[in-house]
Every structure is written in structure tokens, then in C-alpha cells.
């Protein structure tokens, strides 16, 4: 390996390194806030070494990863959102009975799946990369061990997971058999693809569908979302769902061309907009109902992933920014907010009745969120969707446009919903809920303020940065818009 290869590379090492810091900090001494600190600093020192890889980039790593400006760009918006999400777990994890130290090095593998996914160049990477962000994942969601909702939803992902990576593994053999190659960059070598080239990009298709939640393979999203614990739920949300959009764009994008294929993807992403949009109707349970929305939105990102080119790959990169940082607010607002009872969440509508009232900054900031995940003017998700369409409108994608709008529309119903109930007067009778925004609001009235008070500035801070810089996205776009476009096209 050169200098620059090992200079390239010093993002995915220093996660690595981490990730092993991590177990010995936790093997010499158990103690929650070392693994902590070991994890942030093992993120931020990640993070600065994506200056010193930039200046490698465009750089091809023995076939296996491509060191480049979407990779550069993806493995930034993972190690950003898996930071946040440290420090948001660390308040979260000290109210909750189960032992906490375990959980950083899971969280961080997860991550380290996922940049190896948008550096992937090679079969083998790509799968290596895919079953690191898995097996993570089966664990994070159970937890907290103690909840039979949690073991449920890791048990179903296991399963379903289990399926998809069959299906991806025997759909690349299918592709290797064919091509001859195991790179992503040589399969448009050999001429147009066979029909067997096909079954297996197929087989493939269907297994990312199930990492992606595309309808029909979304029935483990709902239940998965309901039992993670809030940080994980993020995760999925944001990191998993990322890290596989940077694979396709590098991976399954140039090998579309028109006819069949653009059509199975098509009538995927209209399923998917309309069943996400239309299931999050009926839900009372803000997880759930923030797991359809991912389904819905993961069929907007198809718009410009269809659409191709330049502008489609900027769109679907400036969107998923937007998406990271909107659900980073609206999760971690949650997993601020005390649990209804030991070892749970705060889950329904009514849990957040009155929190306007009561927690005026937390509510400010899932009004913004809920409003960007609605596509309202001067947020970030606003000037995503408006370049999501854009770009379909330039690919001449009309079915795609017209069902991103009407969908739209559908969706805004339910944010709006959920925005109200925290306007709305708190709940009177014996099914009241009110003590866990009570005790938020005033830690004495239980007797003794509970461990998240002492650390709530510090994470209300931190929320109140990602939301200043979800609405700095939605009211100045161009620098963001140019950035992307000039890291794509090196």
C-alpha cells in the first residue's frame, strides 16, 4: 500500500481504531463516560481526516474502495450524523437500566458499515460493508433487553435482513457468473447485460429494497422503528438509509438504462410514496408514524436517482443532508423527553400533548422538523424536495413529479397533526399521561431531579445547532448546492 493509499484511507482507520478502543476502554474498566469520550474523540479525529483524504481523492484503492468526492462527501454526512447521535445517546442511555458501555462500539461498527458501503467499489467490499452495518443493527435495536417490543423488532430485522443479504450475495453471483468481474465499475464493460445479468441485478434490487424500506419490502419498518431505542431508530433512519443511496449512485445508477428496469423502479417509488404517506395516517405512534414517513421518503430519493446525471446525484446527496439533519432534530428531541415508564419512550401523541406549553425550545424544534419533513418553505427539506423535482421535471419523469406532489400533500396532513398536539391541553381523566412532561418540566415535583435535567442544556444545545443549521440549509442553499456539485464531480 502507498502513502496515499494509506493517507485516503485514514477516515475508515480511524473509526476502526475507535471501534477497538472502545472494547479495551470497556475490558479495563467499565465506565460509561470513558467509552463515551473514547467514541467522540474516535469520531471527531475521523472526521479530521477527511481533510488529508480529499487531497487524494480521485484515488482507486487496489480495486476493493474508490477514495472520491462521493465518497468523501457520504462518509462526512455519516461520521456528522453518527457524532450527533453519540453525544444524544450518552443522556439517553444514563436514564435506562440496561448497562450502557456495550453500546458505543455497536454504534460505531454500524457506522464503519456504512462508510465502507459509500467507499465500495468491489462485491466484496460492498458485501462486507452491508453485513457490518447489519449486525450492528440486530443488536442496537435489542438493547434494551428488558422490552419485549425491543427483541421483537431485532428478531424481525434478523430475519428480514438474513433474506435480503441472501438475496444480494446470490444475486452478485449471478452478476459474477455473467460479467466476469466483481467491480462496480467494469459492468458496463461487457455490452448490454444478459437476461440472467438481469435476474441477478433483480435479486440484488430486492435485497437493497428490504435495507431501503421500499414497498412491498417495508413490513419490518413500522415495527422496527416502534421498538429501537430512539438514537437507533435515528440511525436507521438516516446512516443505514444514506450509506445505501451512496452505493447505488456509485454502483446500480450507470448500469440503468430505459425500458424495464426504469419501470420497476418507477412503479416502486409511486408504491412507496403513496403506502408510506397513506399507512402514516393512521398512526398515533410518533416512531411508527416516523418509520412510514422514511418509506415515503426513501420514494421522493427515487425521483432523482431515476432521473440520473449530475443534477440527479446532487439532488438525491443536497435531500439526504436535509433528511439527516431533520430526523437528527426530530429524534433527538425525543430521546431528550423523559420515558412514560422505565425503560421505554416517549411514543405517543399524547405524551407531547402540552409540550409547547411546557418545553417551549424542544417544542420550536420539532415544529421546525415536522415542517421540514412536510417540504414547508424556508426549511431544508423545503429546497430538497424542490430539487428533487426539479430534477425530475428535467428527466421528463412526469408520473414520478406528479405522485411526489400529490404525496406530498398527503403527508402534510399528518406532520401537521402531530405539530398541533403540541399545542393542544393536556389530557384530563385516568389514562393521563402527564407526568413525564410534568417532571420535564419541573424535576422537583418528583422529589429529586432525574440524571437527564443536569445534562439537558448541554443536548438542548446541541439540538438547537442541527436546527440552525436545517433552517441555514433551507434559507441559503446555493454555497451547500455548489459544494455538493463540486464534490461530485471530481
Known amino acids: 500500500m502507498s502513502r496515499g493509499d494509506f493517507l485516503a484511507l485514514l477516515p475508515l482507520a480511524a473509526v476502526a481504531a475507535a471501534i ?20 467522540v474523540a ?9 481533510l ?34 453519540v453525544l444524544l445517546s450518552y443522556g439517553y442511555l444514563r436514564t435506562r437500566p440496561t448497562p450502557p458501555e456495550e453500546y458505543y462500539p455497536l454504534l460505531l461498527l454500524c457506522i464503519l458499515g456504512a462508510v465502507v458501503l459509500a467507499w465500495a467499489s468491489h462485491f466484496v467490499t460492498f458485501f462486507l460493508g452491508l453485513e457490518l452495518l447489519s449486525v ?13 417490543q425491543s427483541l421483537e423488532a431485532s428478531l424481525k430485522y434478523l430475519i428480514l435482513a438474513g433474506v435480503s443479504s441472501s438475496f444480494v450475495l446470490f444475486g452478485l453471483a449471478l452478476i459474477y457468473y455473467e460479467r466476469g468481474t466483481m467491480r462496480l465499475a467494469e459492468l458496463t464493460l461487457g455490452g448490454p447485460f444478459s437476461a440472467l445479468a438481469w435476474v ?48 447505488l449512485l456509485r454502483g446500480l445508477q450507470p448500469v440503468l438504462p430505459s425500458g424495464a428496469p426504469v419501470l420497476v423502479l418507477t412503479v416502486l417509488a409511486v408504491a412507496s410514496m403513496f403506502a ?22 426513501v420514494g421522493y430519493l427515487l425521483v432523482a436517482f431515476l432521473a440520473g446525471g449530475g443534477s440527479g446525484a446532487a439532488a438525491v446527496s443536497f435531500y439526504l443532508l436535509a433528511y439527516f439533519l431533520t430526523n437528527l432534530a426530530a429524534f433527538g428531541v425525543l430521546s431528550v423527553l423523559p420515558a412514560v415508564e422505565e425503560g421505554g419512550d416517549v411514543e405517543n401523541l ?82 393521563e399521561r402527564v407526568p413525564v412532561l410534568a417532571v420535564a418540566a419541573s424535576p422537583a415535583a418528583s422529589g429529586a431531579a432525574p440524571a437527564f435535567v443536569a445534562k439537558a442544556p448541554a443536548r438542548n444545545l446541541l439540538l438547537a445547532l442541527v436546527t440552525a443549521a436545517l433552517l441555514g440549509v433551507g434559507m441559503f442553499p446555493g454555497p451547500v448546492i455548489r459544494w455538493i456539485t463540486g464534490l461530485l464531480v471530481r
Open 20 to 39: 477497538v478502543a472502545a472494547l479495551l476502554s470497556v475490558a479495563v474498566r467499565r465506565s460509561h463516560r470513558a467509552v463515551f469520550w473514547v467514541s
Open 42 to 50: 474516535g469520531l471527531a479525529a475521523a472526521l479530521a481526516c477527511l
Open 52 to 85: 488529508p483524504a480529499s487531497r487524494q481523492a480521485p484515488r482507486d484503492i487496489h480495486g476493493l474502495l474508490v477514495a472520491d468526492g462521493l465518497s468523501l462527501l457520504y462518509t462526512g454526512m455519516v461520521l456528522g450524523a453518527g457524532l450527533v447521535l
Open 136 to 148: 450492528g443493527l440486530f443488536v442496537l435495536i435489542a438493547y434494551p433487553r428488558t422490552r419485549p
Open 200 to 247: 441477478g441485478l433483480a435479486m440484488v434490487t430486492v435485497g437493497l429494497g428490504f435495507k431501503l424500506a421500499l414497498v412491498p419490502f417495508h413490513l419490518w419498518t413500522p415495527d422496527v422503528f416502534q421498538g429501537s431505542p430512539l438514537p437507533v431508530a435515528a440511525l436507521i433512519a438516516t446512516v443505514s438509509k444514506g450509506s445505501v443511496f451512496a452505493l
Open 276 to 297: 408510506g404517506n397513506l399507512l402514516a395516517l393512521l398512526q398515533n405512534n410518533v416512531k411508527r408514524l416516523l418509520g412510514y414517513s422514511s418509506i415515503a421518503h
Open 350 to 431: 399524547a405524551d407531547l400533548r402540552g409540550l409547547a406549553h411546557r418545553r417551549p425550545l424542544l417544542a420550536g424544534i420539532l415544529v421546525v422538523a415536522f415542517l421540514s419533513l412536510a417540504g414547508i418553505p424556508l426549511t431544508a427539506g423545503f429546497i430538497g424536495k424542490f430539487y428533487l423535482l426539479a430534477a425530475g421535471i428535467q428527466a421528463r419523469l412526469w408520473v414520478l413529479t406528479g405522485s411526489l406532489v400529490a404525496s406530498s400533500v398527503i403527508g402534510l396532513y399528518y406532520y401537521l397533526r402531530v405539530i398541533l398536539a403540541f399545542f393542544l391541553p393536556v389530557e384530563e381523566g385516568p389514562k
